[in-house]
Every structure is written in structure tokens, then in C-alpha cells.
């Protein structure tokens, strides 16, 4: 079974700069999540996609933006890049759950953003 | 108030003692409880859930979970080495499956 992948595991931008961020779920896994882990801080909540459709959204601006294909891989961009934006990026799948669901989520490897 | 508050640490323990660690949470509709491993430079890694009030235990790992006080709690019996991490407790937002909210981590060292 293949976990969830992450690419590009490191990054560097320039302010103003547009970045994507691509991530594979885990075989089986419908959901995905997207957090931002800054330096020191707990992984914050980004927004989440299930089939194909933004499916919440946390305390981000538009300027974040993202996909999911048909496969459930999915896509983070974001553009007009500011130095507050250099973090730790997570994707994250979880299966497909009743009701509430469980809420387990298992995490790539992240994508390591600085922004210069 | 943070909606999901831990010491930040660091927090070391000797080697063979008992790890424990905190949370609280303040949305009383919180149904669900998490508790991840993240070794530096590294992704979160779950170890434990909780969903009902008392104890869940898991091999050394121990959640223990009091909605009416609405603090969970993870406690690791004989601490090794390799439990050295950065610990994150997660907690559920009751309007939305799978979105969780995170601790701020606490740094626990243990001492050889």
C-alpha cells in the first residue's frame, strides 16, 4: 500500500512569486487535506477536498488555492507569495468515513516552502 | 483562548519513566481526539485516538480523555529514547468530519 506522497519536498521562492504543490493520497483514501505547519507551531488547516469539491476551508485568503483530480491526488497553489508563507505544507488523506467520520489523518512528508 | 492549548515544553523525562502530557480544548461539541508523534523534520504520525470519556490503552501509550473537563491527555510508560518528539494532540471540529485542529505541540526529551 502507498503512503501519501509529496513533491516538491523543498522549495525556494521569491516574494510575489506563484508556487504548486502536488500531492498523491494514500491508495483507497477519497479525502484530502492540506495544512501549513509553521516553524515551532502545530499544523494549521488549509482546506479540504472530496470528491473534486472544496470541502471546507480554514482561515486562509483566496490567494490559496486548490484541486482534486478524479484519482483524489490534489494540487495547492498559491500565488503572490509573502514571507509569511515559508512553512512546512502537509497534505494529508484519510478513507472514506461514516457520518462524522473517524478522523485520522495520515500525512505526507510535506513540502518545505521559504520564501525570500 | 486557543482552541486546542498544550505546553509548549520542553518536557524531559528520564529514561524507564512515565511521560505525561496535556491538552485542553475549548468547543464542548468536540467528538473526536488525536494524538500525533512529529520527530523533527519530519510529518505528524498518528499514535492514539480517543472518541469516548476514560482510557485507551496501546501497547506503552495511554490516552485518557474528560469531556466535562474537556482535557485529554497522553501518557507514555516507560519512556525510551526514540519516544524523544514532538507530541501534537488534535481534536475533531464537531461541524466537519476530518478537519482537525491542532496543539501547538509540546517538546518531550527523554534522558538516557
Known amino acids: 500500500e502507498t503512503g501519501v506522497t509529496q513533491s516538491p519536498t523543498h522549495l525556494i521562492k521569491t516574494r510575489g512569486q506563484q508556487v504548486t504543490l502536488r500531492c498523491s493520497s494514500q491508495?483507497?483514501?477519497?479525502?484530502v487535506s492540506w495544512y501549513q505547519q509553521a516553524l515551532g507551531q502545530g499544523p494549521q488547516f488549509i482546506f479540504q477536498?472530496?470528491?473534486?469539491?472544496?470541502?471546507g476551508r480554514g482561515n486562509f485568503p483566496p490567494r490559496f488555492s486548490g484541486l482534486q483530480f478524479p484519482n483524489y491526488s490534489s494540487e495547492l497553489n498559491v500565488n503572490a507569495l509573502e514571507l509569511d508563507d515559508s512553512a512546512l505544507y502537509l497534505c494529508?488523506?484519510?478513507?472514506?468515513?461514516?457520518?462524522?467520520?473517524?478522523?485520522?489523518?495520515?500525512f505526507g512528508e510535506g513540502s518545505r516552502l521559504t520564501v525570500l | 483562548q486557543k482552541e486546542v492549548e498544550q505546553n509548549s515544553g520542553p518536557l524531559s523525562v528520564p529514561e524507564g519513566a512515565i511521560a505525561s502530557l496535556n491538552c485542553t480544548y475549548s468547543?464542548?461539541?468536540?467528538?473526536?481526539f488525536f494524538w500525533y508523534r512529529q520527530y523533527s523534520g519530519k510529518s505528524p504520525e498518528l499514535i492514539m485516538s480517543?472518541?469516548?470519556?476514560g482510557d485507551k490503552e496501546d501497547g506503552r501509550f495511554t490516552a485518557q480523555l474528560n469531556k466535562a473537563s474537556q482535557y485529554v491527555s497522553l501518557l507514555i510508560r516507560d519512556s525510551q529514547p526514540s519516544d524523544s518528539a514532538t507530541y501534537l494532540c488534535?481534536?475533531?471540529?464537531?461541524?466537519?468530519?476530518?478537519?482537525?485542529?491542532f496543539g501547538q505541540g509540546t517538546r518531550l526529551t527523554i534522558n538516557p
Open positions: 480517543i472518541y469516548s470519556n
Open positions: 491508495s483507497g483514501h477519497n479525502t
Open positions: 494529508a488523506s484519510s478513507p472514506p468515513a461514516p457520518g462524522q467520520g473517524s478522523g485520522e489523518l495520515f
Open positions: 477536498y472530496y470528491r473534486e469539491e472544496e470541502n
Open positions: 468547543d464542548r461539541g468536540s467528538q473526536s
Open positions: 488534535a481534536v475533531n471540529r464537531p461541524q466537519g468530519a476530518q478537519k482537525l485542529v
